[in-house]
């Protein structure tokens, strides 16, 4: 099994919807992160958590939310779903016990906002 | 602004030989540059990662230089095989170990048998 799993992989959503990315982890690590990817663009941070009782937000956070629900859940919100939402979103996890912030990636959900 | 530019085009070699690519940021001073590969459909795998104290890093057929005077990282897999193609991220963070990266584009690379 997968040490970061996201859920779902893919999904189609309307303009207005509100839907949610779940991201679960198996390593153990505290902190969280989530990217998300458009071409020629790479990775772009939108929130992250060092613990169940921090969040900070990232560099593209405005229309998103999130909830750490427990050391191993962080799940992305999108409060009213946007056409340029559409982008491959990432979730990652590190340890801080390790110097370089070396950082885990799940496989990806990708979104699509008719 | 803190910019990271990798290579937008990209990279077709033969098999066999030495593939490089580069990594150029500005304004900006990181404790440390990781690489990363990305296949499609999948997420950023970490490959190395190099301190600013350090010239090069090595692991199996994986190179990696870092000079901070030119503010570059390069990136070396040499003989180079089909198994190779896959787009290669840059990232860099700062000694405050806030956990937070910024990531170049990528540059993909295409080895051909």
């Known amino acids: 099994d997968a040490d970061v799993t996201q859920t779902p992989r893919n999904r189609i959503t309307k303009t207005g919807k509100r839907i949610m990315l779940e991201c679960s982890q198996t390593?153990?690590?505290?902190?969280m992160y989530w990217y998300r990817q458009d071409p020629g663009l790479g990775l772009r941070l939108i929130y992250y958590s060092f613990d169940v009782k921090d969040i900070n937000k990232g560099e593209i956070s405005d229309g998103y939310s999130v909830s750490r629900q427990a050391q191993a859940k962080f799940s992305l919100s999108l409060e009213s779903a946007i056409p340029n939402q559409t982008a491959l979103y990432f979730c990652?996890?590190?340890?801080?016990?390790?110097?370089?912030?070396?950082?885990?990636f799940g496989a990806g959900t990708r979104l699509s906002v008719l | 602004s803190q910019k990271i530019e990798q290579n937008s085009e990209a990279l077709n070699i033969q098999e066999g030989k030495t593939a490089t690519l580069t990594c150029n940021y500005t304004?900006?001073?990181?404790?440390?540059l990781q690489w990363y590969r990305q296949d499609p459909g999948r997420g950023p795998v970490f490959l190395l990662l190099i301190r600013e104290n350090e010239k090069e890093k090595r692991k199996e057929r994986l190179k990696v230089t870092f000079d901070t005077t030119l503010k570059q990282s390069l990136f070396h897999i040499t003989a180079s095989q089909p198994a190779d193609s896959a787009t290669y991220l840059c990232?860099?963070?700062?000694?405050?170990?806030?956990?937070?990266?910024?990531f170049g584009q990528g540059t993909t690379l295409q080895v051909k048998p």
């Open positions: 304004n900006y001073s990181p404790a440390y």
């Open positions: 990652a996890t590190s340890d801080p016990g390790l110097s370089g912030n070396i950082q885990y």
């Open positions: 390593k153990g690590h505290d902190r």
């Open positions: 990232a860099l963070a700062r000694a405050s170990n806030t956990g937070k990266l910024i």
